[in-house]
């Protein structure tokens, strides 16, 4: 049995743990433009406008911030199935969940090899359309949820893993070369046929660096970075506006009132080839993170969110082997 019996078709929902559900409405909702698609006692179920699924990111009221989970969608339910099976013949213990995450039918959670929580899903309840709502649109027009960012200092092996075991295809790598050889620094990972639908980061780790949400165009990048300064959120700009040599995006990051992290991302490319040959990196290469733009802010490197187990429990971290940052950084 390999990675090919089963179709993980996309990286579809995140978790985000707040402290303040009326502050993160407020901050994800009226500034950077998600919708609501409802809202219970202690939690949040946002979508953007081209969702046809009830949400793609949930915030949830909790005593301290950082990423409960990541959620990834399978072609069948049958297809959940095949996986627990095979999930356990690779040591990965999981178990199975029904009706703890509003409009999710049956789930298959596991901690994956390192320590990341992830979740696997087929039933989840549509939603009516909004993109021609155009009433609708503010903020950044988010879209839609475009990928997720782990932090590890196991970059090579968990981007070998996720390609082996569930399918997942190298876009794009960043290597740091030592004694004339390439160990790899970054990898840009998808299942739908856009630049990445994972990335993973050198760093001390498990953790997150962000979740990536899609916005309708870089002039809405634009246009919200005056909307988020005139509304107070000035500081919480953490990055750009300005464009990735990886992948080619355009992107702001953003900090939201707990410090979780998000970017807001357009202008990446079709893979729809069978033959793509990944984009190789090198670490020092000025143009990799910052084709143009202002230099990332040390912060961007050296903070980052909790990543939580299945008990609300931090996971304990270790430190990278690699250098955790450019050279070229101060």
Known sequence: MDGNTFNVLRTHHIEYCVTDLDRAQAFYVDAVGLTVTERDGQCLYLRGLEDRTHHNLILRQASEPGVAHVGFRVARENDLDILAQYLGTLG???????????????????????????????????????????????????????????????????ARWYQDHLGFQMSEYTVSVENGKDRIWGAWLHRKQTSHDLAISNGKGPRFHHASFIASSKDQILAVADRLAALGYVDNIERGPGRHGTTNAFFLYL???????????????????????????????PQRQTFWGAPAPKRWFDESMVAFDW???????????????PIMVD
């Open 92 to 158: 990965v213990g999981v178990h199975w969940e029904t009706g703890v995450e509003r409009a999710i039918g049956r789930v298959l959670r596991a901690q994956d090899p390192f320590g990341f929580p992830i979740e696997f899903f087929y039933q989840v309840e549509q939603v009516p359309w909004l993109l021609q709502r155009f009433d609708q649109y503010r903020g950044a027009e988010v879209m839609r949820l475009d990928h997720v960012n782990y932090i590890s200092p196991h970059v090579e092996e968990a």
């Open 255 to 285: 900090r939201d009132p707990d410090g979780n992290r998000i970017e807001l991302f357009t202008g990446d490319y079709l893979l729809a080839d069978p033959d793509w040959e990944p984009i190789r990196w090198d670490l020092e290469d």
């Open 311 to 325: 008990n609300q429990n931090p996971m304990p971290t270790t430190n990278p082997i690699l250098p955790d940052r």
